[in-house]
C-alpha cells in the first residue's frame, strides 16, 4: 500500500518535521508541498536539512493543489483548517496539526481563541483512553497541542487511577521552535540563548483548556491546571513538571504501579527505571516520551515529569502516529524511538 | 576605609564572581586567594575572566594563610567551614557561601547533609524580614543557597501578609554554574546544551529545608514545599515558578499591592511593571531580582516568577550585600543593578 | 568633570551596550535616549538589563532632541550619520558606531555600500599607530567594526614588524548581537542553537575594506584579506584566526617579542601567556582582547587568535574609550576589563 | 542477509552514534557491546536517547566478548586496536574508529601520537580517489578523522584538479562531542556555552598529517596546511572554511564545474546552489556533507566551505558507509541524509 501525501504548510516547522517523518515512512509518498507566503521557492532554501526533498518547489495553498491525495497534513494559522478540509472532501484523510479541532467546549474555543468554533474532531492523542479506537478509520484528526501532550501523557493515569486530587500545578520548559518560525524580535537568539523567561502565565496559554479537558476526562470530574509555560535556550524539546495533591493512600509503589501498568503496551510512552529522570535530550527528534513519577511525602503530592521533543511527539509525529492509525498501517511505522544524542 | 579580603576556594565558580565583585568594590582590596588541588596555580589559568588578578598564585586554604584579613569569604566545600572560621577568630568576618550555617534546624541538617549539624549564622538574604538587622554589624553570615534566595524572595512576601495556604510548589530552572566546575559526565557540554532535565525530585534537594524554613518563618506557620529542580542549558541563571493557593478575599490588585509594598525600598528586587515578565537573561552578572506577580482566577493560585542570576544575587552578590551590612559601608557597594544583555 | 551623553538608537544592542557602559561611568551623565520606530516606549520594555534606565522614554531621533549633549552615539543604520552629525555642531563629540565615516576611499565605500561616500573621521581604535593621537581632542569619532577590531589588533603588529607576507587569511566567529536586532528568519534561536554557518564568503562582507585599510596602513603596502565570517551559537563575542606568510628570518621568539612590545602598554590587549588560548567566554562583557600567536613551522605561517566580546571591545566600548580620549578623560573611565564568566 | 555486528566502546559519543545508525540499518543485528570503566551497567543508563538497546549489559572489551560477530567497531582510547583486531582474525570486519590505522607514514604517526605506528588500513573515506575500490571486500577499515573528512571533502576536487597551490589555511569549528564524553573542566557546560575557544593552534592537532595525507594524494605533490581547530557552544557539529591560491586560469566557472563533476554521483556530498551556504545544523544526524564554493578574486583564493555532523559523517556513519562497501551491501543503508532541525 502507498499513500499518497500532501502537506500544507511545508515551510514551517510542524511541516518540515512531518516531512523528516514521512521521508522515512515506507507506505508513504510525498505528494504536493504547499506554502503561504512562501509559496514559488524551492524547499531546499527553506528546510536544507530536507535534502531529498530539496528541489521540490512550494504551490499555494489551497484546495486544488492539495487535491488527489490520500491524506493531508495541515500546518496552518489557527481558523484556516476547516475552510481547507470541507473543499478536500470526506474521503481524504486530514490531519490537522493546528489548533481548531482539538477543543470539544466552543465556549473555551471562543474565549481562548476569539473566533467561532469550527468542531471537534477525533484527538490525536493514542495513548490516552479511548482515543486510539476513535482514531481507527477517521478521516479527521485534531493534532494535540506539544504542552497537553507531554502533560496529559504526564497525570492522566494518575487521575484515572483516583490518585490525585482534581488540582493540577504544570510547570514546562519548552524548545524555541514550538514558537514557530514567524521572526519576532524576542525569539532572536541573541535574546533566547543564556535566558529562560516564562509567558502567557496565571491560565492565559491557550493550551489550557486542552489540559483541562483531557485530565477531567481522565479523572471523571472537573480538574483545575495551574499551567506555566517557559522558553528554554534549545531549539527543540518540552520539559513537564506535573504535580496534584495526592489521594489518601496513595504511595510511591501504588504510583509506580499504575504508570507501569497504564503504559506497558505503549510504543512511545517509556517509564524509566527508578532512580533515572527524563531528559529532553534522551528524546531530541524522537517520537518517544520519557517519564518518571515521585512520590514526595513531604508535601504529599504525586509528581510526575515528561519528557518530549515538542516538534515529534509534540507535534509531527504524534500527526504520523494518528494517521497510521486513521489508515490501518503499523502505529508505529515511520517513527524514530532512538533519540539524537549528545 | 579599606577593607582587605580574602577568598578561599578562588578557582571555583563562587570564588570566581566574589573576585568579579570585589574587584568593583570600592572599599576593598583583595587579599590572599587559596584553593585546594588548584594551590600553586596562577589565576589566570583558571579564571582567565579575572584580568587583573591573572598573576596571582593561589595559596592553600589554611587558617594561616587566610589570617590578616578584615573579611574571608568561604567558598567550600560543605563541612569544612566550621573549622577554618574558628582559628580565623571572632573579630573577622567571616562570609560562608557554603550551606554549613543555614540552617537553623539540627535534625534538618542531619537528614540532608548526613553529618553534625555545625551552627546556625545570621542568615545573608537582608530581604527577608527581620534579616538586616541581624546582618549589621555582625562577624558571622551564611549566604543563602540559590534557590532559596530566588524562591524566597517570591514567596515571603504572600505568606507574611497571609495571602497564600501553606503548601508552595515550585519549580525552577538554574544554570550549570550552580552545579560547580567539578568535572562531572552529566554536566559537560555534549549533555547539557540542547537539554533539560531535573534533578533531586520529590523532595530530595538540599536546599528544600533552607526553603521551608524562610517560608515557615514568613507565614508564623509551617509551610510544605513541593521543589523540582531542573538543569537548563545556559550557564548563569535562575528562572523560579512558585505557586499556592490562594486564600479567600485574595485578587490581582491585592497581591500587587502587598508585593510592590514589599520591595518599594529594596534595590535588589525589582516587581516588574504588570504584563512584563522576569527574564533571566535581563540579570545576567547582576544583584538583581526581577520578580512578577499573577493570581490565576481559574486554578485560585498565587503564582511569582522570580529571576536571578545565580552567581551574583544567588551567591557572591548576596555575600558582598551581607559583608557590606555587616561591615556598615553603603549596601549596594561593589553590586551591579544592570545585566549584560543580550 | 560631567560629561552628558545622548544616545541615538537607544534600542538596539549597540545603544544598549554604550548605555550599559556609560552607567558605570563616573564621568558621564546619561542624557536624552532616542530610537527611530520605538519612539515613545519605555526603554524597560526593551532593554529589561538596563534597570537604572528602566523608566526613560525613547524621544525620537531628530537634532533637535539630541541637541545639547557633550557627546552624542549614534547607532543608525547606515547612511543617517553625516545629516544627523551635521546639524549638531562641530563642538558636540560625535560619535558614529555606523560604518558610515570609516573608510578613507571613497571608491571602496561605493563599492561595498552603494551610496555616496559621506567623510573620513579619526578611526576609534586607538591601539594602531598614530590612531590615539588623532582621537585626543577630536569632535568626530568613527568607532570600528566589530571584525576589524578584532583583526586589525591581531595581525597591525605582524605588518608594522614586517614578519608577514601581504596576504593575509581570516576566519572569525561572531555571537549573533553582531547581526543586530531586527527579526530575521535566520537569525532566529531555533536556527542558530546547535549550528554554525559563514556568510558574506568571498570577500563580500562590508568589514573586508576596513580590513584591508587598516593592515595595508600597518604594513606600508596593500595587504589583501581573504575575510570569511561565521555565525556562532552564542549572543556574544568574536574569535578570529588570522594568519600570513611569514617572511625569512620569522620564528616564534621573534614573532613574541613583537606582540609583547606591541601591547605591552595597552590598557585593553592583553598578550595571554604561552600556552594559554583566548576564548569570547572570558571576554563576556568586558572591553578587554586577548590575543596568542603562534609560528606554524610546518606551514610556515604567523598565526594570530584574538577574541573580543564584538558588542564592548567591538563596539560600545570601543566607543566609550575613544570618547575618553577624546575628551581627555582617563582612558580607561567606564570600561571593565574584567569579563563575566562562565 | 544479516550481519550480527559488536561495538567496542559503547558508552561513548562514537560507539552510541553508530549504534543509533546501525538500529536503522534493515540487515544488521546488534550484537555484543562493550565498555572500559562502564562494562557492567545498563546502555539506557550512560546512553538514554537508544531506547530500543536500553536494557542491554555492557560487557568488558576483550577479543573473546567480541567474537563471533561479522563486524566489529572500535571505539577505543588509541593505541588498543591492533591488539584487538589481532585477536579477532582475518574473516572479521574490523572498523575502527579511532586514530591506529590512519596514517602511511610510520614517522608522522610516531610524531603525533609518540607510539609505535600499528600499520595502515584502507581508509573509509569513499568519496576519495581510489578509496572506494579499497574499501569493497576489505577486512579492515580505518574511518577518518572528523576534521579530515570535513577538509578532504572540501580540498580534493581543487587538488585533483590542479586549481589550488599547494598550501592550505583550513579553520575549523567543531561542536563539543568531538572531544569525547571523559569529563574535563574546561567541556564543562558553564565553560562552552557562550564561549568560542582554539586549540592544538600551530600544526599540533592529531588531524593535521592526516589532512596533509589526504590533500598531497590528490594534489601528486605535497601540500602543507595550517589547521587551526576551535571549539563551538554546540553539541555536533563541524564547519570547516578551507582555502588555497588558486593557480592562474582559475575562475568561478571553472571552480564550480570541478565540484559538481566531482560529487554529481556521490549520495552523502551536497554541493549547494550557487548563493546558498552550508550550515551545520542541517546536517545535523545526518551523513551529509553539505558543501559550498566561492573564488575570492581580490585574494586570489579557491575557498570552500564544508558542514558535516562529526559524530555521523564525521565518524559512525563513516563507518556505517565503508561497512556496507567492505560487505557489499548498498552504500546507503541505514544511512539517513536528512538531518534533524531546527
Chains 1, 2, 3, 4 share one sequence.
Not at 123 to 138: F, H, I, K, N, T
Request: net charge negative; aromatic share 6%; hydrophobic share 45%.
Amino acid at each position: 500500500m502507498t499513500v499518497r501525501a500532501a502537506v500544507a504548510g511545508a515551510s514551517g516547522y510542524a511541516g518540515g518535521e512531518v516531512l523528516r517523518l514521512l521521508l522515512q515512512h515506507p507506505e508513504v509518498e510525498i505528494g504536493v508541498l504547499t506554502a503561504g507566503s512562501n509559496a514559488g521557492q524551492r524547499l531546499g532554501a527553506l528546510q536544507p536539512h530536507l535534502l531529498p526533498l530539496a528541489d521540490r518547489v512550494l504551490a499555494a495553498t489551497t484546495a486544488e493543489t492539495l487535491a488527489g491525495h490520500d491524506v493531508v497534513f495541515l500546518a496552518l494559522p489557527h481558523g484556516q483548517s476547516a475552510a481547507v478540509a470541507e473543499q478536500l472532501g470526506e474521503s481524504v484523510l486530514v490531519v490537522d496539526m493546528g489548533a481548531d479541532f482539538r477543543l470539544a467546549d466552543a465556549a473555551d474555543w471562543e474565549r481562548f481563541y476569539g473566533s467561532p468554533h469550527a468542531g471537534t474532531w477525533p484527538y490525536g492523542l493514542p495513548e490516552l483512553p479511548g482515543a486510539r479506537a476513535a482514531l481507527e478509520g477517521s478521516r479527521r484528526v485534531a493534532v494535540p497541542g506539544c504542552y497537553p501532550t507531554a502533560v496529559s501523557l504526564a497525570l492522566a493515569p494518575a487521575y484515572a487511577a483516583g490518585l490525585a486530587e482534581p488540582e493540577a500545578v504544570v510547570v514546562a520548559a519548552s524548545g524555541t521552535s514550538g514558537a514557530g518560525k514567524a521572526a519576532k524580535p524576542h525569539l532572536l537568539g541573541s535574546e533566547v540563548m543564556g535566558s529562560m523567561s516564562p509567558y502567557g502565565v496565571g491560565g492565559l496559554h491557550r493550551h489550557t483548556p486542552e489540559m483541562i479537558q483531557n485530565l477531567s476526562a481522565a479523572a471523571g470530574e472537573r480538574v483545575t491546571v495551574s499551567f506555566t509555560p517557559t522558553l528554554a535556550p534549545m531549539p527543540r524539546g518540552i520539559l513537564a513538571t506535573s504535580s496534584a495533591k495526592a489521594r489518601p493512600g496513595v504511595d510511591a509503589e501504588r504510583l509506580r504501579e499504575v504508570y507501569e501498568k497504564a503504559y506497558a503496551d505503549e510504543p512511545f510512552v517509556h517509564l524509566l527505571p527508578e532512580g533515572q529522570w527524563p531528559a529532553t535530550g534522551a528524546v531530541y527528534g524522537s517520537n518517544t516520551a520519557q517519564l518518571q513519577v515521585a512520590y514526595d511525602e513531604a508535601a504529599g503530592r504525586v509528581l510526575v515529569i515528561s519528557a518530549i521533543d515538542n516538534l515529534t511527539k509534540g507535534t509531527a509525529g504524534g500527526a504520523v502516529q494518528s494517521m497510521n492509525l486513521a489508515l490501518g498501517l503499523p502505529e508505529t511505522s515511520g517513527l524514530p524511538v532512538t533519540g539524537v544524542a549528545p
